[in-house]
C-alpha cells in the first residue's frame, strides 16, 4: 500500500531557530496536508496543498507541494515554545479514495 | 461553529465486552471518516461513510469491527469482543462535498480506548 516516509523523527530546537521537515513516497500523491498534534488532542489541520509545485504560508509555516507529487515539506521559522508537539504530513493517494494516508510524525521540543 | 465531537473521550473495557465510539461531524459535513492510531504512531485509515452508506472500508478489520452513519445521529464506530490489541485513539474526521470536490478533513479530539 501507499505510504510515506516522514523525516525527521524528532528534533529538538532553541527557541528562535528554524526547523524544517519533510515527506515522500515513492507513489504519487493528489493532495498534501500537514497537521500538528498536541497530546491528548486530535490533528489540527496547519496547511492544505491541492497543486504540484504549490507553495503556501500560514504565518510563520510554509509548506510545498513537491513537482513530481512525490514529496512535500514544512518549514517553521523562529520557533516559539507553543510550536512544540507532533507534525505529521497526510496524503490522499492518486486513484485512492478520499482517505488519508499518514507519515509517522515528527516530534518537535523547543527549548526556550 | 462547533467542531467535530468524539465521544465519550476515554473508554476503558475488559476483554470481551463491546466498544461503542461515537461522532458527530461539523455541521454541514456529509462525511465522515475513522482511522486508529497506535502509540508513537501516524494515524491508520480505517473506513470512510456517507450518510447510510459505507464507502470504502478498506482498512477495517474484517472480523468485531463495525461501522454505521445512519440518516439520523451521530456516526458509530463498534468494536465486538474487544482485545488488548484494540487499546489506541479511534479519532473521527468528517468534511464537506462542495462541486463533486471533497474539501479538508477536519479531525475530532479521539477516543481513548483501554482495554485491560
Not at chain 1, 52 to 81: C, H, M, V, W, Y
Not at chain 1, 106 to 112: E, F
Not at chain 2, 15 to 36: D, I, N, T
Not at chain 2, 55 to 62: A, H, L, N, T
Request: hydrophobic residues 35%; proline residues 6%.
Amino acid at each position: 500500500g501507499q505510504q510515506l516516509n516522514q523525516s525527521p523523527q524528532s528534533m529538538f530546537i532553541q527557541e528562535g531557530e528554524d526547523v524544517s521537515m519533510n515527506c515522500t513516497s515513492s507513489s504519487i500523491f493528489n493532495t498534501w496536508l500537514w497537521y500538528k498534534q498536541d497530546p491528548g488532542e486530535g490533528p489540527v489541520l496547519l496547511i492544505a496543498l491541492y497543486k504540484a509545485g504549490e507553495l503556501t504560508s500560514n504565518g510563520r509555516l510554509t509548506a510545498q507541494f513537491g513537482i513530481t507529487r512525490k514529496d512535500s515539506f514544512l518549514n517553521i521559522s523562529a520557533s516559539i515554545p507553543s510550536d512544540v508537539g507532533i507534525y505529521f504530513c497526510a496524503g490522499q493517494p492518486q486513484g485512492g479514495s478520499e482517505k488519508l494516508v499518514f507519515g509517522k510524525g515528527t516530534k518537535l521540543t523547543v527549548n526556550p | 461553529n462547533a467542531g467535530v465531537m468524539q465521544n465519550p473521550r476515554h473508554l476503558v473495557r475488559r476483554r470481551g465486552q463491546e466498544a461503542r465510539l461515537r461522532c458527530s461531524p461539523m455541521k454541514g459535513h456529509s462525511h465522515v471518516y475513522w482511522y486508529r492510531q497506535l502509540p508513537e504512531e501516524g494515524l491508520k485509515f480505517m473506513v470512510y461513510l456517507q450518510k447510510e452508506n459505507i464507502i470504502d472500508e478498506s482498512g477495517m478489520p474484517k472480523e468485531r469491527f463495525s461501522a454505521e452513519f445512519p440518516k439520523e445521529g451521530p456516526s458509530i464506530l463498534r468494536i465486538q469482543q474487544v482485545v488488548r490489541g484494540d487499546s489506541a485513539a479511534y479519532f473521527c474526521a468528517s468534511s464537506l462535498y462542495r462541486d463533486s470536490l471533497q474539501e479538508t478533513q477536519y479531525f475530532g479530539p479521539g477516543t481513548r480506548l483501554l482495554v485491560l
